[in-house]
């Protein structure tokens, strides 16, 4: 299941405009600074390739990355920059939601949780938001190798992890594949690439 070959193919604003050669594709999404870049330079074990999808003007879009000649890792624009008063409301970028409703060789969202601080309801509203759409996801739990803080209300990240699955039992009947990472110790790259190797069937 590792990652042999990884090259960026292209930046899309408009989901017809996304690669059409019917290849499966896992997207990642979170909230800005949820540690999105690391984890795909990570899965991918290059520290510059999600460079490319922070070029200004490319931050906005979907970039697709083609893996191993056989499927995508699609790196979607961060959600969440929105002040604390507005927080929730669902607000994928435009072209995000079309995206998801409509891309039909994805296999999975992958949504980014940090659980280095305390659950955030925003990202509990964009969870259940694809729960309610029926898209696919998969939890990915990032910066699990930070310390508790006080600041970030004394908790450690796996009580964190706990804390939010507790809360999403309320939108899903079951809670929806899950797993722990960290860019800095690598933990959960290897259980990453496996779970994808185990959707596409190969
Ligand atoms: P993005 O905005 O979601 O692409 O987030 P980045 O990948 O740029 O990361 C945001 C910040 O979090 C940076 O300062 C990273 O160094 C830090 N970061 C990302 N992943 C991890 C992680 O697994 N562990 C720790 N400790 N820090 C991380």
Known sequence: AQVVQAEFVKSSVRTEDCPSDGLPEFALVGRSNVGKSSL??????RKKLALTSKKPGKTQCINHFRINDSWYLVDLPGYGYAAAPQELRIDWHKFTKDYFLNRSTLVSVFLLIDASIPV???????ASWLGQ???PM???FTK???RKKKKNGGKRPEENVQDFQELIRDFFQTV???IMTSSVTNQGR???LLHMSQLRNY
């Open 40 to 45: 795909l330079n990570s899965l991918v074990r």
């Open 120 to 126: 955030k309801p925003i990202d509990l509203e964009y």
């Open 133 to 135: 759409n029926q898209i």
């Open 138 to 140: 998969t939890l990915i």
């Open 144 to 146: 699990c190798d930070k």
């Open 176 to 178: 929806p594949p899950w």
């Open 190 to 192: 290897d259980e990453i």
